[in-house]
């Protein structure tokens, strides 16, 4: 398999918990990573968020590492993880030997984060999330490619990244957060909701500032007939936690791929993709409330049209 890890033109899914006990989460997640990788999925990534946020779970690094050991050869990447909540050299040691463990495999996404309760479990002051991240994400790029400092230059993972450097994109949703991505060379990753005019003036911004890294269009999926009780459910969750300035670069609706096969769903998307300014994706199944066959069948519904159709013409253009 070619080696995309969060590379452009890589095609990739993310992964979300159904309903169930957290054993029963954690299965899931494996048996979803391996019907990615059986469907033809480049790479899966999972998302950070604490306090039983419907969805998601708190530990993205040690989930990785339990769908690494459940595959064979897709990528795996914590992406976002929120930079802010942690200590940033533990955190890059983690990466780092995750990626020991797994060469070629690892890739890391990093975000400021946006929800109180997140900040509150890991005692950070949310009102200082924005300038810890601004402050730790230069450092922790730089430690993760091998130019690392004292003392923690010495750990032996660490000086594995001269040789292996983590691939790395940044969650964005500025024109600062664009050029900043794109002055460390890392790639970007847009909101989910985010409207194609807005993608296409960051993307933009991005690749004028010398930006090389992947645009990772970030779309929901579904093919068949759509739950449609459960996404408008899901759209007021988002709204009821998103900042206002998220919510200005929304689309009008829920932004869902709606499609009755997977080549209609390719088609969409790739539009999508062209009116974005993007070169990069990331597919979700995500609604609340679905349960764990609902996604399965979604995913076998991918294998046939979907995922070679967007790989063929992401790695021609």
Not at 137 to 150: F, M, S
């Amino acid at each position: 398999m070619l080696n995309t890890t969060l590379g452009v033109g890589s095609v990739s899914l993310r992964l979300y918990a159904s309903d169930g006990t957290s054993v029963d989460q954690v299965n899931q997640m494996r048996t979803e990573a391996q019907l990615a990788e059986e469907v033809g999925y480049d790479g899966v990534m999972v998302s950070e968020h604490h306090a039983g946020f419907p969805g998601y779970l708190p530990n993205p690094l040690q989930l990785s590492a339990f769908l690494l050991a459940a595959t064979e050869e897709i990528w795996v990447s914590p992406c976002p993880l929120l930079l802010p909540t942690k200590p940033r050299a533990m955190l890059a040691e983690e990466i780092a030997w995750l990626s020991s463990a797994y060469p070629h495999r690892v890739g890391v996404g990093f975000a400021a984060g946006a929800l109180p309760v997140d900040f509150e479990l890991a005692e950070v002051p949310f009102n200082k999330r924005n300038m810890r991240f601004k402050r730790s994400l230069p450092w922790i790029v730089n430690t993760l490619r091998g130019t690392a400092e004292d003392p923690i230059a010495k750990d032996l993972a660490i000086q594995q990244c001269k040789l292996q450097p983590i691939p790395i994109v940044i969650a964005a949703q500025s024109v600062e957060a664009c050029r900043r991505a794109a002055k460390l060379n890392a790639g970007i990753l847009f909101d989910s909701l985010q409207s194609p005019e807005v993608s296409m003036k960051l993307s933009s911004a991005y690749r004028d500032a010398g930006g090389e890294g992947p645009v990772i269009l970030i779309r929901r999926v579904w093919i068949g007939n759509p739950p449609t009780s459960k996404i408008q459910a899901q759209m007021e969750h988002y709204h009821s936690y998103a900042s206002d300035r998220a919510k200005d670069n929304w689309s009008h609706g829920d932004s869902t791929v709606l499609a009755q096969n997977g080549a209609e769903a390719a088609e969409r998307l790739l539009k999508i993709l062209h009116n974005s300014g993007c070169d990069t994706v990331n597919v979700r199944v995500h609604v609340a409330g679905l349960e764990a066959n609902q996604i399965s069948e979604q995913l076998e519904a991918h294998k046939d049209n979907l995922v070679p159709l967007l790989k063929s013409d992401l790695r021609v253009n």
